[in-house]
Every structure is written in structure tokens, then in C-alpha cells.
């Protein structure tokens, strides 16, 4: 790695891992209780959200926008609770109405309003930007121990790892009720812990995850890294520590494998562009569960039990 | 404006792709019923989201064999291949996996859409592809639709139609009653896979009006709002299949009206307009209907209350009670009961009182009547007149009141 990798690649790389994994904490227990696809639905619901927001503000800022598509995330939780109990609709199809309907909504509005003067477009919200993280001011290793030029480290890799810290708290603290409400509910509301809370937080966490990682690296890793990790890590162990330790491994390597991938594959081939850094981490996630699914050592289930155990 | 693009009176372009939207929106709710009521709704997502790459691939394939890369048929064959590999793979993972089938299709559809994403770059840096405008596949386009393209999502919806029509029996009682479809010889997973393929196709004619994003809304939205209408499945179908075509003809046309309004988001806006006025106001399952039988069974509820009372002798305080009486013709206004009133009360209390004995007495009988007390319903109107005085011989006539 010559001198050029850390001011071009280190940050883009460090970033794409930290949305990662903060990506795929949250998903093994989304995993485990079915609700996958509210990853899904809350990346798509991600786009109004951050539209509304510079409507209201007139400006791009990291903060109007993360506040803007969190809102969003909540009004889409929330709109799929009422939709399902309020018209007795099952979850997968309430969720369908909601977020198809709001990425609709987001799209129109975007559409309609002068955002000729600022980056924001539809495709940005789907590949994000992660080569254009870079850190300029870095001349080489020596840099990480120069605070002029950390000063002038993408912002983005602090806010990412804010985000990733707390939901590693997060998870560490609530680890016990979260991991009993998920494989035994009926148990866990026998001991008196508040179920449907633990399942808002969850829904709450995945949320945070899912905009902070947004704003780095956009749409199309936040849902293949919700889902694609923990589902490969599931097929690897019984253990639910086990599997949340594989899904971390599975996640940095598709991030760290799929930019460099991206970066350099297409010049190995003897092209000259680089290739979306987003969708290659995406892909590679996908070849990381493949393997999983064909050759995972608990890949038809547990031996003798059909779930895992905590 | 508005009132020429509903007439399709805004000029060719704008009537061709009203027809060509109309007609997606029927095929796509009439398949998308079938999925629905399967309860795999969200399996759509994954068929969209899985034909970028095919996309992309024919594109460079076109391009490879000196074509135009931005043949409108050739990128379909090519969205429908890989979309019926997604399905595959979806069907794979949940079948030979551990995986439940959420966790499969949101690793399909992301994992494809990652690689649509990354073949996109690749033909962005090809010198035929700068201006290949693939992208607009993402989200659909209609501007400038060529003739062939409008003549081919026609005839694609209509082929669609006509197999749906074809299949209608065996997929209705498969969507409806499967182990009623299975004991009647049914092959449960050929008739799903036959509903999914509908559904693909619809996708794949959807790309070019509403996008690879958006095509998931007509197949959910128009089921779910046709199913606050009916219980009956071929009424459901058809009424998804009337929503989803309002739904892409009002989209198309308001689109029409000016320039900055996509197509594809307006024809979901309208679907999900016609979905909230249904989930307000359907008879059966909706939130105005809901609203007033929880209003009729509190009037029941306080009247039944107030009778009681006054049959003990005693004033009714509650206003609201007082209103409901009031209003009945039972008291008058000071809250004295009328004489139809004393009847009333009367009656209320005798109802009251062989309630109760029927709760202390045992056998099956009297054990169902007691498992059907609301507290609102009367006796009388369960048990012939023969048990009632049955019933009664075995009362004490309750104490200060003459019947």
C-alpha cells in the first residue's frame, strides 16, 4: 500500500465498515424475528425524508438531513403499525402500501422543487458517495498521529462512528432482554419484560443505524447489510454471541473486499474507471452468503432443535 | 387541463401512455392479488429489484453484438431473466436454508440491486453508454415514449390478462383456501410458481411507465384496497384490477398536465389516495364503519344501563343516558319514565334477573346461553316462549317490581 491509500482509500474504507457493521448489529435480531424487511422499508422512506428536510431548510447540512430522515423512518413505523391494525392488513403488505407510497411522495417532491443548485437526486440517495470521502489533508501514514490533518478528516467517519459506539452500547446493555424477547417472547412476558418496547427500540436502533449509514454510503448497502451478514452469520452457528461475531466479521469483509473491488477490479481488468464502491459491497455480501448458504455448517438448521439458542 | 387530460384530449404521446399505464395498472392488480392473498406481497420487491442487472447486462450484450443498447425489448428479455433468477434464488434460500423467506427476499433483492447498480457504472464509462439513460428504469419514464415501446407494454398487460383469465379457478382457490385447493389435487407449487411469473411479467412491462422501484406499489397497493370491498375472491380480483387501472390512468393524466411531474410516483399517489379513502369508508372493514358500530354498541350498552336503573326505581343521573332515553320516547325530559318506559325498564330487569339464575344453573344448555352474554342481548330473543316460562316457574319474582 503506497502512500497514496491513506488520504484516497483509508477513510472511504473505514467508514464503509463502521455503516457495515452498525448495519448488521441491529439486523441479526431482525433477522431472528422476521421483521428483515423493515430495513427495507425504512431505507426507502430515508429519500422523503431527507427531500422534506431541505424544503424546510433550504440547505444540505448533515444535521437537518439525519433529523429529516429519521422523522421519516418514524412516520413510516408508525403508518405501518396503523395501517396493520387499523385496517387488519398483514405486516409484509402494510409495510408495501406505506414505504412504496412515501418513496413516491419523496420522489414527486423532488421532482417538483429547484434542487438544481444543490447534490441532491435520487441516484445520490441510492449509490451514496463513499469514493468521494476522502482525506486530502493526509500525506501518508504519519498523518494519523498529526492533529492538523486529522482535523480535516471527512466528517462523516465521526458521525458514523458516534453512531456505531452507540449502538454497540447499546446492544451490549440490553443484551439479556433483547435476546429473550426474540427467541421466546411468551417467556420473556411471563418475566415481566415490556416486549412491544423492546421491539419499538429495536425498530428504533435499526433506524439510527440505517440513517447515519445513509448519509455516508447510501440506500442499496444499508439494505444488503441489514439482511446479507446476520443471514450468512445464521447459517455459520447456533449461538446468538457466535452469530452476531460472524455478521461483524461478514460485514467488514464485504466492506473492505468491495471497495477495493471497486476501486481496483475494474483496473486489474484493464479498464480504467472505478466502479460504484456501494453497489460492489452490496454484491459481495450477496457471494459472502452464497457461500454461506451452500457450504455453512448450519445452514438446514440446528441439529436436533429447529431454532438457535442464546 | 386537467379535465382535457382526463378526456385524453392532451395529444398523442400523452393519450398513448395513458392507455399503456391503464392497462398496467389492471394487470398489475389482478396479479398482485394472487400474491397478496398468498400473503407474500413483499415477494414483488424482490422480482423488481432483481431485473437491474439483467438490465444492464443485455444492454452490454446489445452493445457487444453492434446493436442499440437501449432496445426497449431485448433490455425486458433481459430484466426478465434475471428477475426469474432472483425468484430462484429466493426459493432456494427459503427452501434448502434455515432462512425465513423476509430475510431471503431482502437478500435478493439487494444484493441484485447492488450488482444492477455496479453494471450501471460499468456502461456510464463505455462510450456508447453515456447517454444510454438506463437510470430512467429506476424510477420510468414516459417522456418521449416511442410507439413500439407503448404498443409492447399493451400488448404485454394484455397477454398478462388473458393468462390470468386462463388460470383464474385454480389460482383463486389456491390464493383463497390452499388446503382446500391441495385436497382437491391442486399442485399448490406449480399454481405459485404460475402466479409468480404473471407477476414478473407484469414487472418487466412496468419498468419502462413506472420504474424497477415503484412497480412494487401497483402489485400491493390496488389487492389491499380491493380487499376492504369484498370477502369474495373473483370480486377482489376484479376490483384490484378496477383500482390499479384508475390508479394508472389518473396518474398518467395528471402527469400530463404539466412538465416536472413524473409518471410513476403520481400513479402510486393515486393508488394510495384510492387505498386511504378506502381504508376510511369501506362498509365492512373500514374506520368510518368501525367508528359507528362502537358508537351503536355504547347507545346499547347506556340504554340497556339506564333501564335497569330506573326499573330498580332509581333516577338515571349519566347525561348522555338521559339523552338516549329521552330520545327513545322512555322518559320525559325532567327523567321520569314514560309508560312505554316502565314497560321498557320492566322487561330489562325480568331480562336482568333470568341472566343471573341462568348463571347459577349448570348443564351444557345453560352454559352455551351464559357463553353468549354480552350483557346487551335478550334472553327472549334466544329461548322459545316454552323455556322462558320454564325459566321463570323457577324465579322468585324478584322483589318490588310488578311486571
Known amino acids: 500500500m503506497g502512500a497514496e491509500f491513506v488520504p484516497l482509500s483509508l477513510t472511504p474504507i473505514l467508514i464503509g ?31 422523503p425524508g431527507i427531500v422534506v428536510a431541505f424544503l424546510v431548510t433550504g ?8 433529523l429529516g430522515a429519521g422523522a ?118 411471563t418475566l415481566g419484560l415490556p416486549v412491544s418496547l423492546i421491539g419499538l427500540g429495536l425498530v428504533a436502533v435499526a433506524a439510527l443505524a440505517a440513517v447515519a449509514a445513509f448519509d455516508a454510503v447510501g440506500s442499496i448497502i444499508v439494505i444488503a447489510m441489514f439482511i446479507c451478514p446476520p443471514a450468512a452469520a445464521r ?39 472505478a466502479v460504484s464502491a456501494a453497489g460492489m459491497i452490496a454484491a459481495v455480501s450477496g457471494l459472502i452468503l452464497a457461500v454461506a448458504a451452500v457450504a455453512g455448517p448450519r445452514r438446514h438448521g440446528a441439529a436436533g432443535a429447529g431454532r438457535a439458542q442464546s | 387541463m386537467l379535465l382535457d387530460a382526463l378526456t385524453l384530449s392532451l395529444g398523442y404521446n400523452a393519450t398513448l401512455v395513458a392507455v399503456g399505464a391503464t392497462l398496467l395498472g389492471i394487470a398489475a392488480g389482478v396479479t398482485g392479488t394472487f400474491l397478496y392473498l398468498r400473503k407474500r406481497a413483499l415477494l414483488s420487491d424482490a422480482i423488481s429489484h432483481a431485473t437491474l442487472p439483467g438490465v444492464g447486462l443485455a444492454f452490454l450484450v446489445m452493445v457487444a453484438f453492434g446493436g442499440d443498447g437501449r432496445a426497449l425489448p431485448g433490455l425486458l428479455v433481459g430484466s426478465a431473466l434475471s428477475a426469474a433468477l432472483g425468484l430462484i434464488l429466493v ?73 390470468v383469465l386462463l388460470l383464474r379457478r385454480p389460482l383463486l382457490m389456491v390464493a383463497f383456501d390452499p388446503d ?7 399442485n399448490l407449487h406449480r399454481l405459485d410458481l404460475a402466479a409468480m411469473g404473471l407477476v414478473l411479467a407484469v414487472t418487466v412491462v412496468g419498468l419502462k411507465v413506472v420504474g424497477l422501484i415503484l412497480i412494487v406499489a401497483l402489485l400491493i397497493i390496488p389487492p389491499v384496497t380491493a380487499r376492504f370491498w369484498s370477502d369474495r375472491a373473483g370480486t377482489v380480483v376484479a376490483l384490484a384490477g378496477v383500482f390499479g387501472g384508475v390508479a394508472g390512468y389518473v396518474g398518467a393524466a395528471l402527469s400530463a398536465t404539466a412538465p416536472a411531474l413524473p409518471t410513476g410516483p403520481l400513479i402510486v399517489l393515486a393508488a394510495f389516495a384510492l387505498f386511504v379513502v378506502s381504508l376510511a369508508v369501506s362498509p365492512s372493514r373500514g374506520l368510518l364503519a368501525a367508528l359507528l358500530a362502537a358508537r351503536a354498541t355504547r347507545a346499547r350498552v347506556h340504554l340497556r344501563q339506564g333501564l335497569v336503573t330506573l326499573g330498580q326505581g332509581l333516577p338515571v343521573h349519566e347525561g348522555y343516558t338521559r339523552r338516549l332515553l329521552t330520545r327513545a320516547g322512555l322518559t320525559r325530559p325532567d327523567g321520569v319514565p314514560t309508560e312505554a318506559g316502565r314497560a321498557a325498564a320492566a322487561a330489562a330487569l325480568r331480562d336482568e334477573a333470568r341472566w343471573r339464575l341462568l348463571r347459577r344453573e349448570t348443564g351444557t344448555e345453560a352454559e352455551a346461553l351464559v357463553a353468549r352474554d354480552d350483557g346487551l342481548t335478550d334472553l327472549a330473543g334466544l329461548l322459545t316462549p316454552d323455556q322462558l316460562r320454564a325459566l321463570d316457574a323457577r324465579m322468585a319474582r324478584p322483589a318490588g317490581v310488578t311486571p
Request: net charge negative.
Open chain 2, 180 to 186: 382446500y385447493a391441495l385436497t382437491r389435487g391442486l
Open chain 1, 235 to 273: 447459517l455459520m452457528t447456533d449461538r446468538l454471541g457466535v452469530q452476531v461475531a460472524w455478521s461483524v466479521v461478514f460485514a467488514t469483509l464485504s466492506a473492505v473486499l468491495g471497495y477495493v473491488l471497486a476501486g481496483y477490479g475494474p483496473l486489474w481488468l484493464g479498464m480504467q474507471d
Open chain 1, 59 to 66: 440547505t444540505v447540512a448533515a444535521l437537518p438531513m439525519m
Open chain 2, 91 to 163: 426459493q432456494a434460500l427459503t427452501r434448502h436454508t434455515r432462512l425465513s423467506e423476509d430475510a431471503a427476499i431482502g437478500a435478493v433483492l439487494s444484493v441484485f440491486f447492488g450488482a444492477g447498480i455496479v453494471l450501471l457504472t460499468v456502461i456510464q464509462t463505455l462510450p456508447s453508454g453515456r447517454q444510454a439513460g438506463l437510470d430512467t428504469l429506476l424510477l420510468g419514464s414516459t417522456a418521449g415514449m416511442l410507439r413500439g415501446d407503448a404498443l409492447l407494454i399493451a400488448a404485454g398487460g394484455a397477454l398478462v390478462l388473458a393468462l
Open chain 1, 72 to 189: 421519516a423512518a418514524l412516520v413510516a413505523v408508525a403508518g405501518i403499525e396503523a395501517v396493520r391494525r387499523l385496517g387488519r392488513i398483514e405486516p409484509g403488505a402494510a409495510m408495501g402500501v406505506v414505504f412504496t407510497a412515501m418513496f413516491a411522495g419523496g420522489v414527486l417532491l423532488l421532482e417538483r422543487s429547484d434542487t438544481s443548485s444543490v447534490h441532491l437526486d435520487v441516484e445520490h440517495a441510492l449509490m451514496g458517495n463513499l469514493e468521494s470521502l476522502i482525506w486530502l489533508d493526509a500525506t501518508g501514514w504519519g498523518s494519523l498521529l498529526d492533529p492538523a490533518a486529522l482535523a480535516y478528516l471527512p466528517p462523516e467517519l465521526g458521525r458514523i462512528a458516534v453512531t456505531l459506539a452507540v449502538i454497540v452500547v447499546l446492544l451490549a446493555v440490553f443484551w439479556r432482554p433483547l435476546a429473550l424477547a426474540t427467541f421466546d417472547e411468551g417467556f420473556a412476558r
Open chain 1, 17 to 47: 465498515t463502521f455503516a457495515a457493521i452498525a448495519c448488521a448489529l441491529p439486523g441479526n435480531f431482525l433477522i431472528l424475528r422476521r421483521q428483515a424487511l423493515i430495513g427495507d422499508a425504512i431505507s426507502h422512506v430515508v429519500l
